[in-house]
């Protein structure tokens, strides 16, 4: 691990090898505001890309670990670069379409999943965490804006839309540049 960069979540983005398909610092660290890592336990990373929530869960309590899920080969190499470079032997990288990887693992007390959620792996994820499992789920598409206000309405939570505008150069000025809006849908088990 490397230790100047401390265990709090919300790296700096540049932290981490990506392809630009990075939850973003801020947005991680919302999204640990309702994780909550403790010792000892397991998250789900769900469409991992770069491992960046995964590494930041396992980075921040003792004990903690994660498995990343990254349907992509490509981008499961480069997480596991990321794991081995930031948080060795603290998270497993497996490759595949979530739903047929999800029976093998160990059931988690935390899930992410992050972008384009469908409801059929939001279900299986809920389905597999354990009492009082946290999800927290990122929307940045209208299709999954409307499964996350469907799960909302039906089952509660916390339903949020977070938007980031960061300063940037505009010729010799400076302006704002907006991120994509992302909803963010939290939910504990019973």
């Given at each position: 691990?490397?230790d100047?960069?401390?265990?709090a979540?919300?790296l700096p983005d540049e932290t981490?090898?990506h ?5 973003k610092r801020?947005?991680?660290?919302a ?8 010792p000892d336990?397991?998250?789900?990373d769900v ?6 929530v995964?590494?930041?869960?396992a980075r921040?309590a003792?004990?903690?670990?994660a498995?990343?899920?990254?349907r992509?080969?490509?981008r499961a190499e ?5 794991v081995d ?5 603290l998270?497993q990288i497996?490759q595949?379409?979530?739903e047929g990887?999800f ?7 935390a ?8 409801t059929e ?5 809920m389905?597999a965490?354990?009492t009082?499992g946290?999800?927290v789920?990122?929307g940045?598409?209208l299709e999954?804006?409307?499964?996350l206000?469907d799960l909302?309405r039906v089952?509660?939570g916390?339903l ?5 505008d960061?300063?940037?150069p505009l ?8 991120l ?11």
């Open positions: 691990m490397t100047e960069l401390g265990p979540p919300g981490f090898e392809d630009g398909l990075i939850t801020l947005l991680r660290a999204a640990f505001a309702h994780l909550r890592p403790l336990q397991l998250l789900w469409g991992a890309g770069s491992g960046a995964g590494i930041e869960w921040s003792p004990g903690a670990h498995v990343g899920i990254e992509d080969p490509v480069r997480a596991r670069r990321n470079r930031l948080a060795p032997g998270m497996v595949g379409d979530a990887l029976p093998g693992l160990a059931r988690p007390n899930v992410f999943i992050g972008g384009g959620a469908v792996v939001v279900e299986a994820c389905a965490l354990r009082s946290r999800l789920v990122h940045v598409t999954t804006e409307r499964t206000t909302h089952l509660g916390s949020s839309r977070i938007s980031i960061s300063a940037e010729g010799r000025f400076w302006s704002w540049r907006p994509r809006p992302v909803v963010q849908w939290a939910w504990v088990k019973a």
